[in-house]
């Protein structure tokens, strides 16, 4: 894809740079690992009416039936029959937990905004269509599916316009998702999962019951997973931003257990519910995200 896009005159002198830091890396990282690899064969969508559905925000707005909705108290759109193209939501968790980051490594949140970028690039690369939600309980941010350049400017432009802040809010988006009835395809949910699985597993099962892909990426710090610690040590809630002193010696065990036991949750979800889940820490690199990701695709299109 060609850099051909013009900055939105709103960002910042350094998020443009950060913008074009981005964009550079998303590009390298796909361009690298699609060498030698063939092309996706979709072709994109037909233009055979299917259904109505009401009008949702973010909806495209060209695709208001203007005859049925005034008849009716509710806005309608039409919805097509799409053929091949692969329609990808890349919730990203954006709650301020994701900024935590051990000495010498980016955060969470840089490492998913890479991940994301990758994914945007890749599936608009192979002419299929990327949308994304940025989850946070003070301000969620929806961009439609779309398979346009345009597409991929509006997501790199929030990735590095919107900072994690305040709290989780994956449940409310996921229901959302569910509620707007959107095309079947890939939700793929970027995040640390450092919350109550239960109510985010069960929205997810109800998009897999709806006939979605589910694909969750985990991201890691390693302290986080490993908990290195072997003296009192002050702790902050960076979501509620309390503060709490805690002798790590007598916590370190019961941590690792409880950790252990909330990842063998997930494990078990994804087995149920013929999901996939892929972890990754904030020292790897993204291309190794990448690849696995094109793997778990390769497997899922044989």
Known sequence: ?????????????????????LEMHARSAVQGLLHGIHGSK???????FDH?????PGDPIKHIDW????????????????????SVRIVLDRSASMSRQSEDLPTKYFRASQLAACLAYLTLNQKDSVGMVMASSDDTLWL???????????ILEALVGKPPSDEDALVSCLKAILDRGEKRGL???????MFDPKPVMKALSRLGAQGHEILIFQVKDPDEEEFPYNRWVDFQD????????????????????????LMD????FVKKNNAHIIDFKTDQATETVLSEYMIQRSMGDA
């Open 1 to 21: 894809m060609k850099n051909s896009y013009k900055l939105d005159t709103v960002l910042s002198a350094e998020a443009k740079e950060s913008l074009k830091h």
């Open 42 to 48: 979709r072709i994109g969508t037909s233009t055979d």
């Open 52 to 56: 109505h559905k009401i009008y949702m």
């Open 67 to 86: 005859k049925m909705s005034a008849r009716s108290e509710n806005m309608f759109i039409k919805r097509y029959t799409e053929d091949t193209a692969l």
């Open 144 to 154: 439609p599916v779309s398979s346009t350049q345009s597409s991929l400017v509006r």
């Open 187 to 193: 939700i793929a949910v970027v995040s640390d999962l």
């Open 238 to 261: 960076l979501e509620s931003g309390k503060n709490q002193r805690i002798d790590t010696v007598p916590l370190k065990r019961l941590y690792r257990e409880e950790y252990k036991a």
């Open 265 to 268: 949750e997930w494990q078990s």
